[in-house]
């Protein structure tokens, strides 16, 4: 698929048909720049003379700086992981994840800074993305689990309301983008590729012809797409507002006969970790069968967590890069950045939710002569945000008391900006697990009693 950057002093960043990583494209849509790599981030100065990119080699994310002026390349002896982008004038500011400063100039030459005031006046609370205008800001905020676009003047009032979801069309805002005076927003649902459309055109767009409803099981809200045995999508982490993004696999597994759910289970850190884990365990009784359940990241350690709440639950869960074990955040290369997250185990109440939810301890409380469900756990060997350690121990537990349990580990892949390729590879490899864990369910196991979507 095509997916659409959007725009930058006349320029974008976008994946176009047959390409494993995003290119650099100009307003007339020319390869300005194809790194055959993985860009993190890009920006222009405001002549539009200078592109700044942060291109990674590998999956690991650790990144350099490119700069492309005047159609020469040069690059900047800087190594950046997602580094936030601030232009004055022709010199490029960084901020990196450690709260390092950098002031770049047109010739490449990087020495420490200052941090770069932010300017006053264009903080909108709440808001998923914003972005300055001519007269005042365009914002995105989600309200009542829907995506809505506000325009607000030079003081922060709103002056015009643009909806972009309802219950029975769900559809997400993922990025706006001010340029050549006008206002840009890029829009898409789990099924429904993105498209950027201008400001005015958001409100005119074609119904997807598969589209995805938002209902709500409890205090959860679900992304629901398709009809059929479900593949039910969990993560709950961070606090962090879970958009329903297009993903090929949706339409896939909705091919097959499936339905595909994306579980919004709340968040909550330390020692209320386990109410997340109850979110996904409440939203699986809700459904109903045949369930397969999946999580990457966090999510994974919440899929896996409830998978293991009671025997019969779920037909299969699929764990991907997570950091199944709580009690050794510390062995994460980012694990140091979790403990606002998951709580320290030095904290006796933290520890005592962990004893309950850690997947290990309820693998080894599982009841005896109990079916287990089966088991896809999954890492990459350039992923330098979580280690294998704690998915081969589980897989271990798992193995000496007889669960069905497939170990995969995939090369030349990371946390984040695979290549396309073996992006899809990966999720194919999921959709197979999920199709084969739900066709070998019994109805009599898995029944549907509760007039779930």
């Not at 405001?46 to 994310?61: H, N």
């Not at 190594?79 to 500011?93: F, K, N």
């Amino acid at each position: 698929m095509s997916r659409p950057g959007l725009p930058f002093a006349g320029f974008r960043v976008s994946r176009p048909v047959g390409t494993r990583h995003p290119v650099v494209l100009d307003a007339a849509g020319r390869v300005v720049h194809d790194p055959g790599a993985r860009v993190q981030r890009a920006s222009a100065s405001p002549d539009g003379r200078t592109i700044a990119l942060e291109v990674a080699d590998d999956g690991t994310e650790r990144a350099r700086l490119v700069l492309l002026r005047d159609g020469a390349v040069l690059d900047v002896p800087l190594r950046l992981r997602y580094a936030a982008h601030r232009w004055s004038g022709e010199h490029l500011h960084l901020t990196d994840t450690d709260g390092r400063h950098w002031r770049v100039g047109a010739d490449g030459e990087a020495e420490p800074a200052a941090a770069l005031a932010a300017p006053p006046g264009r903080r909108v609370p709440g808001a998923v993305h914003a972005v300055a205008t001519a007269d005042g800001v365009l914002a995105h905020v989600v309200e009542q689990d829907h995506s809505v676009l506000l325009d607000l003047d030079a003081d922060l009032r709103v002056r015009g309301r643009v909806p972009v979801s309802t219950d029975a069309r769900v559809r997400t805002v993922t990025g706006l983008a001010w340029d050549a005076g006008v206002a840009w927003v890029r829009v898409e649902a789990p099924a429904e590729p993105p498209v950027v459309v201008p400001l005015p055109e958001v409100g005119d767009l074609p119904g997807p012809a598969l589209p995805s409803r938002l209902v709500r099981a409890g205090d959860v809200a679900l992304v629901v797409t398709g009809e059929g045995p479900r593949l039910v999508e969990v993560y709950g982490g961070f606090g962090l507002v879970e958009l329903p993004v297009y993903e090929p696999s949706v339409p896939a597994w909705c091919a097959l006969g499936g339905q595909h759910v994306t579980a919004r289970v709340r968040s909550a850190p330390g020692a209320a970790k386990a109410r997340t884990v109850a979110d996904a365990v409440a939203v699986v009784r809700h459904l109903g069968g045949p369930v397969a359940l999946a999580g990457a990241s966090h999510g994974g350690l919440v899929a896996a967590s409830a998978a293991l709440a009671e025997p019969g639950l779920v037909a299969g869960v699929a764990c991907t890069a997570a950091p199944l074990d709580p009690f050794r955040i510390a062995e994460h290369p980012l694990g140091a950045a979790w403990y606002d997250e998951l709580g320290d185990p030095a904290d006796p109440a933290v520890r005592a939710a962990m004893e309950d939810y850690a997947p290990q301890l309820r693998a080894v409380r599982w009841p005896a002569r109990a079916s287990y469900p089966r088991f896809l756990l999954t890492t990459f060997d350039e992923d330098t945000r979580v280690s294998p350690g704690a998915t081969d121990r589980l897989t271990a537990v798992l193995a000496a008391r007889g669960a069905p349990v497939e170990r995969v580990r995939r090369p030349a892949m990371g946390h984040g900006g695979n290549a396309l390729d073996d992006v899809h590879a990966f999720a194919a490899s999921v959709l197979d697990f999920a199709l084969d864990c739900t066709s070998d369910s019994t109805s009599d196991s898995t029944s549907d009693s509760t007039g779930a979507p």
